[in-house]
């Protein structure tokens, strides 16, 4: 048996708008907490967070470039600082250089 998310904390990044929003918007109707994160489409990110609020769910919006390490860390610590913890992330953005898989790249990369 699963307890399922509610009362949980998910970062999910690219959650400004197309699957990065849908999933942020489900998560959140399952009752999890979320951390919308973005670097570009920020307008795009405060409607996320608005659509979610509006409903009754919880969630932030913080600033994030996930290919640099430090805006990354800032954001787990954000997202712990708001709500206390963080179980998991649905990482939705970025591209990877070159088509190698994730665990093979340099922290550069």
Do not use: H, W, Y
């Amino acid at each position: 048996m699963t307890k399922g998310i509610s009362g949980r904390t998910v970062i999910v990044t690219g959650a400004a708008s197309g699957i990065g929003r849908t999933a942020a918007i489900a998560f959140a109707g399952e009752g999890a907490k979320v951390v919308v994160a973005t670097d570009k489409n920020t307008i795009g990110a405060e409607e996320t967070v608005s659509l979610i609020n509006e409903a009754g769910g919880e969630a932030l919006f913080v600033k994030c470039n996930v290919a640099v390490e430090q805006e990354v860390e800032e954001l787990i610590s954000r997202s712990i600082d708001a709500f206390g913890r963080l179980d998991f992330a649905f990482n939705n953005a970025g591209v990877g250089p070159d088509g190698r898989r994730v665990p093979v790249l340099p922290v550069a990369d």
